[in-house]
Nanobody
């Protein structure tokens, strides 16, 4: 079993920066993709970005690419989401997901392991 655990979410003001972390535990050697999703109140969960544990390539959704950066530590056990110039529209629960698939997916259904989420609230 694999368990992602998110941390770092909190209340911030518009324009602030925040870094989220996601640490994997369990049988992590089987994991090839780690991703961030977010879900705002009343909306569907949406893809934010992904990092491949094989090679370390990253991909961030175009809507936040100029403000958000995804990275991971060298063993690729912990993934980070650096969020800059935060806006009220970024308010959401941010989820970490992981999967064995070697192809970094962008949809919810492509990930089998999920964290419980961390709340990010951005006030104007």
């Amino acid at each position: 079993q694999v368990q992602p655990v998110e941390s770092g979410g909190r209340w911030v003001q518009a324009g602030d920066s925040l870094r989220l972390s996601c640490k994997l535990s369990g049988f992590i050697s089987a994991i090839n993709s780690m991703a961030w999703f977010r879900q705002a109140p009343g909306k569907e969960r949406e893809f934010v970005g992904v990092v491949s544990r094989n090679g370390g390539s990253t991909n961030v959704v175009d809507s936040v690419k100029d403000r958000f950066v995804i990275s991971s530590d060298n063993p690729k056990v912990t993934m980070y989401l650096q969020m800059n110039s935060l806006k009220p529209d970024d308010t959401a629960v941010y989820y970490c997901a992981a999967d064995r698939s070697a192809r970094p997916g962008v949809s919810v259904g492509e990930y089998n392991y999920w964290g419980r989420g961390t709340q990010v609230t951005v006030s104007s």
